[in-house]
């Protein structure tokens, strides 16, 4: 009978305590938590939001090159670092501008593709942006030193 009057007030006790808990838990619910706590004003999240923007704004410009004088070379600025009156600063920085953006080198590949090409197609080999030029230039040269021989030979007929 002692076991079993250990374990009926264990059991007693246990109950008491959940009951307890959910009652402390309908005083303090969320909603009436988030009434008691005091909100955060409208200006002090877009301060943040603010701040945050800007930093991820001067982290593009450090990682793409922009602070200094690289923004001559590489696009202008987006973030405001150097003050809202910086001429190299974009006027809006969430949109592109192709004026206003680096677009990288225009010229593509170092090497130019050969315009032999075997059975599928592929081209043989490829050539310096050098050698691509000289060949370009001795195709020019073959076609007009044709062009002169036909000419040469259409002056050498005899004239009616």
């Given at each position: ?15 008491c ?9 309908a ?9 008691a ?6 200006s ?7 701040l ?48 206003e953006d ?15 090409r ?22 020019e ?20």
């Open positions: 009978t002692d076991a079993f009057g250990m374990r009926s007030t264990i059991l007693l006790l246990l109950v305590r959940s009951q307890a808990l959910v009652v402390i838990g005083i303090h619910t969320p909603a009436t938590r988030a009434a706590r005091p909100r955060a004003t409208a002090t999240m877009g301060f943040f939001q603010d945050l923007k800007e930093l991820d704004h001067f982290a593009d410009d450090a990682a793409m090159r922009r602070l200094g004088n690289g923004s001559k070379f590489y696009g202008r600025r987006k973030s405001n670092f150097y003050g809202e009156d910086d001429p190299q600063r974009k006027k809006d920085p969430l949109t592109a501008n192709a004026e680096y677009r990288g080198p225009a010229g593509g590949s170092y090497f130019v593709l050969s315009k032999e075997d059975e599928q197609g592929r081209p043989l080999s490829f050539l310096s942006r050098k050698e691509a030029r000289a060949q370009r230039q001795a195709e040269n073959r076609k007009w030193s044709k062009e002169s021989l036909l000419d040469d030979f259409v002056d050498a007929l005899p004239k009616e």
